[in-house]
T-cell receptor, first 110, second 112 residues
Framework: GQQLNQSPQSMFIQEGEDVSMNCTSS?????WLWYKQDPGEGPVLLIA?????ELTSNGRLTAQFGITRKDSFLNISASIPSDVGIYFC??????????FGTGTSLTVIP | SQTIHQWPATLVQPVGSPLSLECTVE??????LYWYRQAAGRGLQLLFY??????ISSEVPQNLSASRPQDRQFILSSKKLLLSDSGFYLC???????????FGNGTRLTVT
């Protein structure tokens, strides 16, 4: 199957700091999604991206669909304790299924 | 608005016992439905998906099966559980094949 490399695997940051994470693939994707998962719960959709170069925000979160269509980025500004969780990217190849990255675990230190 | 319900939230079953996990979606019709398994290492593995009643596609050969007896109902089953079936099972729905997936809250299955 398709391989999505998500980095970093984990992050420990101070409250108030900005966060950046990314997802890369050797394949071209038509859609990129970003999810957040809290412990013991299902992933919740944060942002959906449909066009190369697209930049979309959701509150303090901003995600971009890479120009090459092989990558995507998620930024969180001014982190707060409730940002703690695992962030997943997911990419869709047209006519196929969504492939998920292995997640970035975010810890925010108050 | 659409909601997805998944139950039970947790389940402890002995090896060799049967399994039935249920998922229902409200507020939409003819959704695409999915079963994923999430291992402790975080990765989400697609097990089954369905584009309509009675239509099931299997992604991974395993000890599990899925059924879609009604438009908005998706069931994950096993006749005899294995230890390796332990994990976090997630049901999801999407409007079409390229629509974002929306997940339920999952079932934590422990096979003992």
């Amino acid at each position: 199957g398709q391989q999505l490399n998500q980095s970093p695997q984990s992050m420990f940051i101070q409250e108030g700091e900005d966060v950046s994470m990314n997802c890369t693939s050797s394949s071209i994707f038509n859609t990129w999604l970003w999810y957040k998962q809290d412990p013991g719960e299902g992933p919740v959709l944060l942002i959906a991206l449909y066009k190369a170069g697209e930049l979309t925000s959701n509150g303090r979160l901003t995600a971009q669909f890479g120009i090459t269509r092989k990558d995507s980025f998620l930024n969180i500004s001014a982190s707060i304790p409730s940002d703690v969780g695992i962030y997943f990217c997911a990419g869709l190849v047209r006519g196929a299924q969504f492939y998920f990255g292995t997640g970035t675990s975010l810890t925010v230190i108050p | 608005s659409q909601t997805i319900h998944q139950w039970p939230a947790t389940l402890v079953q002995p090896v060799g016992s049967p399994l039935s996990l249920e998922c229902t979606v409200e507020g939409t019709s003819n959704p695409n439905l999915y079963w994923y398994r999430q291992a402790a290492g975080r990765g989400l593995q697609l097990l089954f998906y369905s584009v309509g009643i009675g239509q099931i596609s299997s992604e991974v050969p395993q000890n599990l099966s899925a059924s879609r007896p009604q438009d908005r109902q998706f069931i994950l089953s096993s006749k005899k559980l294995l230890l390796s079936d332990s994990g976090f099972y997630l049901c999801a729905w999407g409007r079409t094949y390229n629509s974002p997936l929306h997940f339920g809250n999952g079932t934590r299955l422990t096979v003992t």
